[in-house]
């Protein structure tokens, strides 16, 4: 059975940080891009960042470059979001998904919230 499970959200003040992760199990983790995507009351979802299988490669929205790092670790089956400087317009319910390019995304997760707010 595939799964993405993502953890790590919370209420943070603004210029705090939270780090997410995606957990993965049931598919062969190594051969799959992650997207961290997220979307926000009343908005479209948007592409935050990615990497590639192997984190060679790796892509941030202008919108959380320089504040943002995505990571991940094959041995364990996680991809994770370093999330600082955060802003209150960063809240929104994130999510992970897999896919064998940026532009596919075969496997979704249930996401996590992330609320920016003093």
């Known amino acids: 059975q595939v799964q993405l499970v993502e953890s790590g959200g919370g209420l943070v003040q603004p210029g705090g940080s939270l780090r997410l992760s995606c957990a993965a199990s049931?598919?062969?983790?190594?051969?799959?891009?992650i997207g961290w995507f997220r979307q926000a009351p009343g908005k479209e979802r948007e592409g935050v960042s990615y990497?590639?299988?192997?984190?060679?490669?790796?892509y941030y929205a202008d919108s959380v470059k320089g504040r943002f790092t995505i990571s991940r670790d094959n041995a364990k089956n996680t991809v994770y979001l370093q999330m600082n400087s955060l802003k209150p317009e960063d809240t929104a319910v994130y999510y992970c998904?897999?896919?064998?390019?940026?532009?596919?995304?075969?496997?979704w997760g249930q996401g996590t919230q992330v609320t920016v707010s003093s």
């Open positions: 049931g598919f062969n983790f190594d051969a799959y891009a």
């Open positions: 990497i590639d299988n192997n984190g060679g490669s790796t």
């Open positions: 998904a897999a896919g064998p390019n940026y532009l596919f995304y075969d496997y």
